[in-house]
């Protein structure tokens, strides 16, 4: 199945314009291609070798000579992309790693080209695909194979390099207005055991004179790291409700971490209300939900794509932000990443009895994962005779079962590198009708056209001058994918 065609909207029709592009089809040389107007330069081209079926698609594209391609992210990598080399594209949680596939999913290139002594050329080329992706650029060419999906290749011209990425906004959709006071001094980490921390880093800053415009929470503040709660003794409701109110009377702001997952726990209101409509991701076989470990423990999952999702959602938006009148979210873990592999068999209600502060992770993986029999269930998923993101990750390493089911039928396998962007498009829509101003957002995970709905941030690393300087290859190619907002 292809990408839902709601991420898509077709671009309004506007003036005619004289295309650079010539396309001829169904030719002795190819079955599609497309060159350079008044010359024989070809820039894509798909010729006999094109494959398609259920869980495999490939084709071999000409790569015109002099190319200098940037995007196929997410990855931490130079900017400029090496030639030959090949790339895969994967949304997985892997902590910034060189070279390998990080959180988002952006099957989008830049290729910017001298065709003469003082000539250049820029074009793009998006395939709108949401399948796990291998790459392989050489000299002369590239071919891409992926494990589903549909054939949706789009090809952008422009008179430079910032038209064909004008364009390419343009065609996926242009990024959201953030609120002015996101462009701020921000102060955020994990390690804020108790308000009482929170409220001495603010104060610092006002005794020190630095300017703070906005305070973050991560999953400290939560009870038992259940989200939309607040833990009784070390952040009480009424204490973090009137720091807030305090920093709103500063014209100060405050963001706390939303992970997606749902402690499966009875008596839990944001698990009894959402398992009441059921609009989890469930077990085909068996209609429950999917279980997985994260921080809460056993764990279940939204399903963005059900219609019902979104109202319950914004019940518990609106609901905290009665509470505490959070200014944004910080969405995390929405790739979606996972402790164990697969989904586990466990009822609704078992403890949870893994002490998080001095865990031992391999441990986690024997006593926990493999005696609660989490793993990937058998399904025609389980044997695929290709797998694209090989040898660098498996495809349930730390995420879902592939066979998971999400409203109409449809499979983890085909809507994984998505859920993020309809977590943020339901989480966009949550904040502005609670709040009644411009969201803000922050993901981990994007996809095509995410910049519509969110912020990003380019996920952890080693806080090393290393990591800074990288950070600007990460700054940079998203502002390419279309999320100008990213650090």
């Known amino acids: 199945m292809g990408v839902p065609s709601s991420l898509s909207p077709p671009p309004k029709q506007g003036p005619k314009i004289d295309s650079p592009f010539v396309v001829t089809?169904?030719?002795?040389a190819a079955l599609v291609s497309v060159r350079l107007k008044g010359s024989n330069l070809v820039l894509f081209s798909i010729n006999n070798n094109l494959t398609f079926s259920d869980h495999f698609i490939s084709f071999t594209s000409q790569l015109p000579p002099n190319s200098n391609i940037y995007g196929l992210g997410e990855?931490?990598?130079?900017?400029?992309?090496?030639?030959?080399?090949?790339y895969i594209i994967y949304g997985r949680d892997a902590a910034t790693p060189w070279d390998q596939p990080d959180y988002g999913t952006h099957p989008f290139f830049l290729n910017h080209l001298s065709i003469g002594p003082s000539t250049s050329l820029s074009y793009g080329l998006l395939f709108y695909n949401g399948n796990a992706q291998k790459w392989r650029l050489r000299d002369d060419a590239f071919s891409v194979e992926t494990m589903g999906g549909s054939l949706e290749i789009y090809l952008l011209s422009g008179a430079s390099p910032e038209a064909v990425i004008q364009n390419y906004h343009n065609l996926i959709g242009k990024p959201y207005a953030i609120p002015f006071w996101s462009l701020g001094f921000h102060q955020c980490r994990w390690g804020y055991r108790t308000i009482n921390a929170t409220m001495e880093v603010v104060k610092k800053y006002r005794q020190y004179d630095i300017p703070l415009e906005t305070m973050w929470n991560d999953i400290d503040y939560m009870k038992d790291h259940w989200v939309f709660t607040t833990d009784p003794t070390r952040f009480p409701e009424a204490e973090v409700g009137k720091f807030v109110d305090q920093l709103h009377a500063n014209h100060q702001h405050y963001v706390v971490i939303v992970d997606p997952g749902v402690a499966t726990q009875p008596g839990y209101s944001v698990y009894d209300t959402g398992a009441k409509a059921d609009i989890f991701l469930n077990d085909p076989t068996t209609g429950k939900p999917v279980v997985n470990v994260v921080w809460p423990g056993w764990t279940a999952f939204p399903d963005w794509w059900n219609p019902k999702t979104q109202a319950w959602w914004t019940s518990?938006?609106?609901?905290?932000h009665s509470s505490v009148a959070v200014d944004g979210l910080w969405l995390d873990m929405n790739e979606i990443a996972t402790f164990c592999n697969g989904q586990c068999n466990v009822p609704p209600g078992l403890p949870w009895t893994v002490n998080w502060k001095n865990v031992n992770w391999t441990k986690l993986h024997h006593d926990t994962c493999l005696q609660h029999n989490c793993a990937p269930p058998k399904s025609e998923y389980t044997n695929l005779p290709y797998v694209t993101t090989e040898p660098v990750t498996s495809l349930t390493y730390h995420t879902l079962s592939m066979s998971a089911q999400s409203y109409g039928g449809e499979t983890y396998f085909n809507r994984k590198s998505q859920y993020a962007h309809f977590?943020?498009?339901?989480?966009h829509k949550s904040m502005q009708k609670t709040t009644k101003k411009r969201p803000f957002l922050l993901?981990?995970?994007?996809?095509v056209g995410t910049g519509k709905y969110s912020s990003h941030w380019l996920g952890d690393n080693w806080a090393t001058?290393?990591?800074m300087r990288r950070s600007i290859y990460g700054v940079l190619s998203m502002n390419l994918f279309g999320i100008p907002h990213v650090g």
């Open 25 to 28: 089809a169904d030719t002795d």
């Open 75 to 86: 990855r931490n990598y130079n900017f400029r992309l090496n030639v030959p080399h090949d």
């Open 316 to 320: 518990q938006v609106s609901g905290f």
């Open 423 to 427: 977590e943020c498009l339901t989480s």
């Open 443 to 447: 993901t981990r995970a994007s996809f």
């Open 465 to 467: 001058y290393n990591s």
